[in-house]
């Protein structure tokens, strides 16, 4: 009988375990797949400049999440941001960050540079892992250095090519490395952090607003309503994908999450050359070929790396299991 009721359990549990990584599944995927079709969004918000987006992009986050933090009751997750004069500060890095590579992105949308952002983001996870080699003194495995040195040929290929450097893919690579480094810094709650972030750029937002007004401008307000709705939309537009893949990073392993993340460069890389038309000559798909060949290596050795990891403590596990005393 106990032992019917142990099993019972143990199949309700693992029963429980799926559901979550399911619904983890589906939540990440939603966060990403949202993420990749923002190039949809952004030229909707034309006559509106690029840094006009921005600016909303900031005020409009940062209202949203208040409004989020006050329905769930959830202010006790600014506490320890609000509390540790070192990790405000550094959250002012990563506005500095968040703001160059959103005002970057936003510019490339609505300037035909849909496939040169999607780049950006293909190439993130390896400039990731060198800065971490870098900055934190992380080592690399010898695949990891296999697939920067593939990549690094990649741009090489792509500079030669454009005959000029990609700097909007390096831009909004760096700049998402360098956002990412200062929250693994900082170690706080995303929500928070975002929360605090929006709230420092939004006094800048508001004083750039009030001066396109002044100088006649500001298309807020100043087009059709709808225009105006979807501008100040931008901040659940902005919020929600976060929201999701917040909720996706604690029910599934990091290496799902790690392959998941290619889906809004494929989704943004599909758009600019089939929705929006955007010239590939040969030496442009000869870039990316590389590119994704060194996205390839680099995904192949992290999972096999997070398949021994988890083998290793499954083993360790056992091992203590066996050896506590009965």
């Known amino acids: 009988m106990g ?15 799926q559901a979550e990584l399911r619904l983890g599944l589906l939540l990440g995927v939603g966060a990403y797949s949202l993420w990749g079709l ?8 034309e006559p509106a400049s690029a840094l006009e987006v921005l600016a909303h992009r900031f005020v409009w986050s940062f ?22 004069r070192r990790v405000m500060l550094m959250l002012i890095g990563a506005t500095i960050f ?17 496939v040169e952002a999607s ?41 030669l090519g454009y005959g000029a450097v990609p700097w909007i893919a390096l831009v909004l690579a760096f700049s998402w490395a360098g956002y990412g480094l200062i929250k693994k810094l900082a170690g706080v709650d995303p929500i928070a952090s975002l929360t605090v972030e929006t709230a420092y750029g939004t006094p800048f937002a508001v004083a750039y607003v009030v001066w396109l007004a002044s100088t006649g401008s500001l298309a807020f307000g100043h087009s059709s309503p709808g225009n105006t709705a979807l501008l100040m939309l931008v901040g659940v537009v902005t919020a929600v994908p976060l929201l999701l ?7 599934v392993p990091l290496s799902t999450i790690g392959v998941l993340q290619y889906l809004t460069p494929c989704i943004q890389f599909l758009l600019g050359v089939t929705y929006f038309g ?42 203590e299991g066996v050896a506590e005393p009965a």
Not at 38 to 45: G, K, N
Not at 65 to 80: A, C, D, E, G, K
Not at 98 to 114: E, K, L, Q
């Open 3 to 17: 032992d019917r009721l142990t099993t019972s359990s143990g199949g309700t549990q693992r029963t429980a375990q």
């Open 38 to 45: 923002f190039p949809l969004y952004f030229p909707l918000l």
């Open 63 to 84: 209202l949203f999440l208040v409004v989020v933090m006050l329905v769930t009751r959830s202010w006790s997750r600014m506490r320890p941001v609000l509390h540790d």
């Open 98 to 114: 968040i703001s160059i590579n959103w005002g970057t992105y936003i510019w490339a949308v609505n300037n035909g540079h849909v």
């Open 119 to 159: 780049l950006g983001y293909f190439i993130n996870p390896l400039v990731v892992v060198l800065i971490g080699t870098l900055v934190l003194r992380e080592r690399l495995r010898p695949m990891q250095w296999v697939a920067i040195g593939i990549a690094a040929v990649a741009v090489v290929v792509l500079v």
């Open 245 to 251: 893949f917040g909720g996706a990073a604690n029910r």
């Open 278 to 319: 955007e010239s590939m000559p040969p030496a442009r798909w000869a870039g990316f070929v590389i590119v994704w060949l060194a996205l390839c290596v680099f995904t192949w050795d992290s999972l096999r790396h997070s398949r021994a990891q988890r083998r290793l403590a499954e083993t360790d596990a056992l091992a």
